[in-house]
């Protein structure tokens, strides 16, 4: 989970326990309803004995996205889940996006948020030290910053953020363990959403901290749904990797892509990959896909 891409790397959750890989079969949350008109198509297509279901106010986009994304996913020897938005063109799509999976380090970006609430609830700015931490967090995603935090956050200042963000099917990892906290595409989507609007949860400065962060990532963490995006638009990413003894690499990455007309994001989640590539292609081939229709 931090570091580069090197497979004897180990994530510091404070476990190594043989905890359940994760719950599998979450119910699909209806994520596309909330914030796409009635008169949008729709589309499905089927794929892993689930469906992949797309909503666009553009014509001709839900098909393409939801036939694209299910041939891209189909033969995948891994679970993963999907969750995906895009403004101009009133467009979402959802693959399993209430199936919880282990976060790894895409939680670093809630802890950034639960911070960043704390300090404008304190009515102050960030010390010196926090934006040491913040950087190392996300931008190389250290463990012992983030472990820092966690701490100094403490269960009830994630919780609160949690809650406020609309993040209801996130569970925080118990004690030290946030690489095991329990996540969604669908509430990871809202999380992108959120550093991307206008609201009462983050301001101005809070979003553009945490999205500038994210858009300085460390060159060999650029990987995931990055992977096929347009080069007028800018990225801002965060990605998380875990290898655990039962269930096999947890490969997930969470971005959004501004700028120039652009304005979209998406959560792709994946477990039990064999190895950390494997998982990485499952994430990119998704990615690339939604990349590459939406510029059609």
Not at 178 to 207: F, I, K
Not at 215 to 220: E, G, K, L
Request: glycine fraction near 12%; proline fraction near 5%.
């Amino acid at each position: 989970m931090h570091g580069s891409r090197l497979h004897g790397r180990r994530l510091a959750t404070g476990t190594r326990r043989g905890l359940a890989a994760l719950a599998a079969a979450g119910s699909l949350l209806t994520v596309l309803t909330s914030a796409t008109p009635a008169a949008a198509g729709t589309a499905s297509a089927p794929v892993a004995g689930a469906e992949v279901v797309c909503s666009s106010k553009k014509p001709g986009l839900a098909p393409a996205l939801s036939h694209d994304i299910a041939d891209a996913l189909h033969g995948r020897r891994s679970a993963s889940a999907l969750a995906f938005y895009d403004r101009p063109t009133g467009t979402r799509c959802a693959f399993r996006p209430g199936t919880h999976f282990d976060s790894a380090s895409v939680v670093k970006v809630t802890v950034l948020g639960a911070l960043l609430r704390q300090v404008e609830e304190a009515h102050r700015k960030l010390t010196p030290h926090e934006v040491k931490l913040t950087t190392a967090m996300i931008t190389k995603s250290d463990n012992d910053a983030t472990n820092a935090l966690w701490h100094q956050i403490g269960p009830a200042g994630v919780r609160r953020f949690l809650d406020l963000a609309g993040m209801r099917d996130t569970v925080p990892g118990s004690g030290a363990s946030w690489g095991l906290t329990q996540v969604t595409a669908a509430d990871q989507l809202t999380l992108m959403q959120l550093l991307t609007t206008d609201g009462a949860v983050l301001g101005p400065a809070s979003r553009g901290y945490a999205l500038d962060l994210m858009h300085r990532v460390a060159p060999d963490q650029r990987w995931g749904v990055p992977a096929g995006a347009p080069s007028t638009a800018t990225v801002h990413v965060k990605n998380g990797w875990l290898p655990r003894d039962t269930g096999g690499w947890r490969i997930n990455s969470v971005g959004t892509f501004t700028g120039h007309g652009h304005d979209y994001g998406m959560a792709v989640l994946s477990t039990g990959n064999a190895t950390m590539d494997y998982g990485v292609a499952t994430v990119e081939g998704a990615a690339r896909v939604i990349h590459r229709d939406l510029q059609r």
